[in-house]
């Protein structure tokens, strides 16, 4: 029995309510600048990507994908960026070649067999997922050999049943799956491929896209876990 006041909802539920299906994720979050993605992440896209020849770039959570065609007026032809977002670009733009921008939620997507990416980010979108650890223990697979996964993660997201929090348990099962938590930036890192999804201890019970705002002062979503 869980302490949360309200039904927690599935995944599907979830993608309805008007906190997880918003129109504000990184709709205006620009590659560089004030509102931007190497403010938030502590590092300048290009520069992780600019060396290589066929950079591959995943952004999840892409919103209208400002930082992706940016990147792609300054990478190397033959560069693949795709961004990924439950709700998609909401403004008719020009798609720059190596541009991909797909609707779905990431309770589900998964990167094309065999495609591997130099970089994956997930800039403040994990707050607004119910099932984060499934997604998390996914995402393993996902960088290429040299690669780098990074996403903003509130650890204080995750429940007990009994409404206490998980998250140091779950800290402790990701830096088990290879992840390191910078807890000053609230960012969780992943370098390098693994051969198959990480093993994180825990089943999804359910989540309350009512719990309130996170450290960001936006409202987020509280993910509650059975340790097993």
Same mark, same amino acid.
């Given at each position: 029995m869980t302490l949360s006041p309200r039904p927690l909802l599935g995944d599907a539920e979830l993608a309805r309510t008007? #906190? #997880?299906?918003?129109? &504000?994720m990184n709709r205006g979050r620009g590659l560089s600048g004030v509102n931007s993605y190497a403010r938030e992440l502590g590092f300048d896209p290009l520069a992780r990507l600019g060396g290589l020849d066929r950079p591959r770039w995943l952004d999840l959570c892409s919103g209208e994908g +400002?930082? *992706?065609? $940016?990147?792609? $007026? @300054? *990478? /190397? $032809?033959? $560069? #693949? +960026? &795709?961004? @990924?977002? +439950? #709700?998609? /670009? *909401? *403004? /008719?733009r020009p798609r720059p070649t190596g541009v991909e921008l797909v609707t779905a939620s990431l309770a589900t997507w998964s990167p094309p067999p065999g495609r591997r990416y130099d970089l994956v980010t997930c800039v403040h979108g994990l707050h607004y997922l119910g099932d984060k650890l499934a997604l998390l223990a996914r995402a393993v697979t996902w960088p290429a050999p040299g690669g780098l996964f990074v996403a903003h993660l509130d650890p204080d997201s995750f429940r007990l049943p009994d409404g206490r929090s998980a998250a140091r348990p779950v800290l402790r099962a990701l830096r088990d799956a290879g992840y390191t938590y910078h807890g000053r930036r609230h960012l969780l890192r992943h370098e390098d491929p693994a051969d198959r999804p990480a093993v994180l201890p825990f089943a999804h019970l359910g989540a309350d896209p009512q719990a309130g705002p996170n450290w960001t002062g936006q409202p987020g979503v509280a993910t509650y876990v059975q340790p097993l």
């Open positions: 008007s #906190v #997880v299906a918003n129109n &504000t +400002l930082a *992706l065609r $940016a990147a792609a $007026a @300054v *990478l /190397p $032809a033959g $560069a #693949v +960026l &795709t961004g @990924v977002d +439950l #709700v998609g /670009p *909401l *403004l /008719p």
